[in-house]
């Protein structure tokens, strides 16, 4: 047999080594990364994963303090991420240092235990109307709202 020349360059297989699997890695809802990003990495849980670029983004809509939802309306597309403490997500699109965006998965993932972790709990993708899916994020973050207000009034219980 011939001797391989590129053999001392060859990384060795993994010996009963599980490289990737579920939780074995923590979960990240986003990365931000310091230089300026053309693309953003879009992951769904059950969908195809999509990279989209900053240059075609128009807005974000976000429902403020409460770190709930942040739209993305870009020139052919809404995107709609859903879940807890996403203030930062949105600050690091709005920088263009957002590198990814990805929905939790509890097949892949344990659930972050810092209750102040982002966690991406959905995200919604709209094609075909852009205009309707912005509407109904705009008339579902005024709905919260308003809900929001009736429980600190003591008008209705969460939930």
């Known amino acids: 047999m011939p ?6 360059y060859r990384g060795k297989p993994a010996q009963n080594r599980i490289l990737t699997g579920p939780m074995r890695v923590p979960y990240e809802a986003f990365r ?7 693309r953003l990495k879009v992951r769904p849980r059950l969908r195809a994963w999509e990279r989209v670029p900053y240059s075609y983004l128009l807005r974000i809509v976000e429902d403020g303090v409460y770190g ?3 739209g993305l309306i870009y ?10 403490n996403l203030q930062p997500i949105a600050d690091a699109i709005d920088m263009e240092r957002c590198e990814l965006v990805q929905q939790f998965d ?4 344990a659930r972050p235990e810092d209750e102040k972790a ?3 709990e959905r995200i919604d993708f709209h094609v075909q109307s852009k205009v309707e899916a912005s509407d109904a994020l705009l008339a ?4 919260a709202e ?3 207000g009736e429980v600190l009034a003591g008008l209705t219980t969460p939930g």
């Open 32 to 38: 931000r990364n310091e230089a300026r990003q053309y």
């Open 75 to 84: 020139s052919f597309a809404v995107i709609i991420l859903q879940g807890r």
């Open 140 to 143: 579902e973050i005024a709905a």
């Open 68 to 70: 709930t939802q942040v």
């Open 118 to 120: 982002p966690i991406i």
């Open 106 to 109: 509890a097949d892949r993932w």
């Open 3 to 8: 001797h391989d020349v590129l053999e001392q």
């Open 146 to 148: 308003q809900r929001r």
